[in-house]
Structures are given as C-alpha cells and as structure tokens.
C-alpha cells in the first residue's frame, strides 16, 4: 500500500476485529462495497443514486451494493454482484480490508453490511440506470469536521434532525444516513476520528 499510515492503520484495525453483527436479524439482507483508492491521500468512491418514486433512497448518496440474492454464495459476493451491475467495477481481484460493523436503518429496518476494498486507480466506470453519477472524495475531506453539519430529513412524513457531511459538490446532496454511518466507521478505524452522532 502507498497510502501511507492512513490506509496501514485501517487495514490493521478492520484485519484484527470481528466486526459487530446484528444476530437478532438473521443474516444480512443487504450488503455494499466501500471502495478506497490507494493514494497517498486515499479517496472513497460514492454513488449518487437516481431519483425515482419507488427507491427509498431516492437521490441519495451511497455505496455500490443492494439487497442479497438467492444466488449470492455470500453478502461479499452480493456486494461485488451489485458493484459490477451498478459500475461496471470488478471487485473479484480487488483487496479486502475488511467488514465493518452491520447496521441498520433508522426508519427501514434492513441489516446492512458493509465490505471495504482497496483499488490502485479507478477505471472508467460504466454506470447503469440507478446510478446518476459516481465520484470520489479524500478521507481527508471527509474527516474535515467544518463539515460536518446536522440536518433536517423527512422520511415518512415526519422531519427529524440528522448528523450528515456536506461534500461541497456542487450538485451533491448532503451524505447522511447508513451511508454516513459506514463512513464514520472508516474514519475511526483509520485513525481520522468519527463516530456516528446517530
């Protein structure tokens, strides 16, 4: 790895855990690939899904990944499979870090896990029709806590308050949510601070 002490203390903390699994749900329905690229300010590839009546997360920012299918051998293929479909990224022969701790939603009540990958460069990627755009930002942006905000949602007719990342991209929606979360946990165990506040 070239990313320096950044990517060396992640690799370590997620090699040497066992991420927190939600038994009481059963296993995973869901599962996503957290990408970062191998830099020495390494960056983490998001997803800016499409807009459309019948996604609840409709117009938001996430991970690569979707719901676990009967065919998937495991929730990693099932995030590699979703990759591919919703990219056009092979993460097969990708490196894997590790998993994070599952999650659920707020409001949806769907585990979630999530797989972190290390990538040398990204190629072109082929974006299918749920995606609307795919980008990158530095775990350093990420970690810069003058952007970090809190931030009304609504979900299901009622507004609550959200701890959430303004990316300042022009066009990008805030990053909240379990996708927050996730990143929250790849700040912390990289040694960048985190810590979900929800």
């Given at each position: 790895?070239?990313?320096?002490?950044?990517?060396?203390?992640l690799?370590?903390?997620?090699?040497?855990?066992?991420?927190?699994?939600l038994?009481?749900?059963?296993?995973?329905?869901?599962?996503?690939?957290?990408?970062?690229?191998?830099?020495?300010?390494?960056?983490?590839?998001?997803?800016?899904?499409?807009?459309?009546?019948?996604?609840?997360?409709?117009?938001h920012?996430?991970?690569?990944?979707?719901?676990?299918?009967?065919?998937?051998?495991?929730?990693?293929?099932?995030?590699?499979?979703?990759?591919?479909?919703?990219?056009?990224?092979?993460?097969?022969?990708?490196?894997?870090?590790?998993?994070?701790?599952?999650?659920?939603?707020?409001?949806?009540?769907?585990?979630?896990?999530?797989?972190?990958?290390?990538?040398?460069?990204?190629?072109?990627?082929?974006?299918?029709?749920?995606?609307?755009?795919?980008?990158?930002?530095?775990?350093?942006?990420?970690?810069?806590?003058?952007?970090?905000?809190?931030?009304?949602?609504?979900?299901?007719?009622?507004?609550?308050?959200?701890?959430?990342?303004?990316?300042?991209?022009?066009?990008?929606?805030?990053?909240?949510?379990?996708?927050?979360?996730?990143?929250?946990?790849?700040?912390?165990?990289?040694?960048?601070?985190?810590g979900?506040?929800?």
């Amino acid at each position: 790895m070239t990313g320096g002490g950044t990517l060396k203390t992640l690799g370590d903390a997620l090699e040497n855990r066992e991420p927190v699994r939600l038994d009481e749900l059963g296993k995973p329905e869901a599962a996503v690939a957290a990408i970062l690229t191998d830099e020495r300010d390494p960056s983490l590839l998001f997803i800016h899904r499409v807009a459309h009546d019948r996604d609840p997360w409709s117009g938001h920012l996430a991970f690569p990944g979707g719901r676990i299918e009967e065919l998937d051998a495991s929730p990693r293929r099932a995030a590699e499979r979703e990759t591919r479909e919703e990219i056009g990224l092979d993460l097969s022969d990708g490196r894997v870090l590790g998993q994070l701790d599952e999650i659920t939603g707020s409001t949806i009540l769907l585990c979630v896990a999530c797989y972190v990958y290390l990538v040398g460069r990204l190629p072109d990627l082929d974006l299918n029709e749920e995606v609307a755009d795919a980008f990158t930002v530095s775990l350093s942006g990420l970690a810069d806590r003058d952007r970090w905000v809190e931030a009304e949602f609504e979900i299901k007719g009622v507004r609550r308050s959200y701890p959430a990342i303004d990316l300042g991209l022009d066009g990008k929606p805030l990053l909240w949510g379990l996708t927050y979360r996730f990143v929250t946990q790849i700040l912390e165990h990289a040694g960048l601070g985190g810590g979900s506040r929800e």
